[in-house]
């Protein structure tokens, strides 16, 4: 499955196994992309709330409004959180189970807007301001 999300547009599930034939569907918006864990895609809307959605229903699992309008970077999954970065240059952990607020860090007044890369517990990361670093989530 490839799950796509467009500005002004929609949220697709496509299966690449099926010639391209769309699953599912929905209206969502989104000017930087989507994440999937635990059986779900996440999509952060173009307003910075963000949804769970599962992967084969379509059915929302949950959302949050605590960052609208905070201008948040493509969710990033790392571990068993989201990992998004916001206009600030506030880094905030999110629970895939259901949508708490785990944990922020303010990395650097000048912004978070590159996407993140993870790998397992860690998450790298660029502000901005020019501070590349490495953290460990535990």
Same mark, same amino acid.
């Given at each position: 499955?490839?799950? #796509?999300?467009s500005?002004? =547009?929609? %949220? %697709? *599930?496509?299966?690449?196994?099926?010639?391209? /034939?769309i /699953?599912? =569907?929905r209206?969502?918006?989104? *000017?930087?992309?989507? *994440?999937?864990?635990?059986?779900? #895609?996440?999509?952060?809307?173009?307003?910075? !709330? +963000? =949804?769970?959605?599962?992967?084969?229903s379509?059915?929302?699992?949950?959302? +949050?409004?605590?960052?609208?309008? !905070?201008?948040?970077?493509?969710? *990033?999954?790392?571990?068993?959180?989201?990992?998004?970065?916001?206009?600030?240059?506030?880094?905030?952990?999110?629970?895939?189970?259901? =949508? !708490?607020?785990?944990?922020? /860090?303010?990395?650097?007044?000048?912004? %978070?807007?590159?996407?993140?890369?993870?790998?397992?517990? !860690? +998450?790298y990361?660029?502000?901005?301001?020019?501070?590349?670093?490495? %953290?460990?989530?535990?």
């Open positions: 499955m490839l799950y #796509v999300v500005y002004q =547009g929609n %949220l %697709l *599930a496509i299966d690449l196994s099926a010639n391209g /034939r /699953r599912w =569907g209206e969502a918006s989104s *000017a930087v992309g989507l *994440a999937a864990g635990f059986g779900n #895609v996440y999509v952060v809307y173009d307003d910075s !709330r +963000i =949804g769970a959605i599962d992967l084969e379509n059915k929302d699992q949950w959302e +949050i409004d605590d960052f609208t309008y !905070r201008y948040l970077t493509t969710p *990033a999954v790392v571990g068993s959180y989201l990992a998004v970065g916001d206009f600030e240059g506030y880094l905030h952990l999110v629970a895939q189970s259901d =949508g !708490r607020i785990v944990g922020r /860090r303010k990395i650097d007044g000048e912004g %978070l807007t590159a996407p993140f890369v993870t790998d397992g517990n !860690r +998450i990361l660029i502000s901005d301001g020019g501070r590349l670093m490495a %953290l460990e989530v535990q």
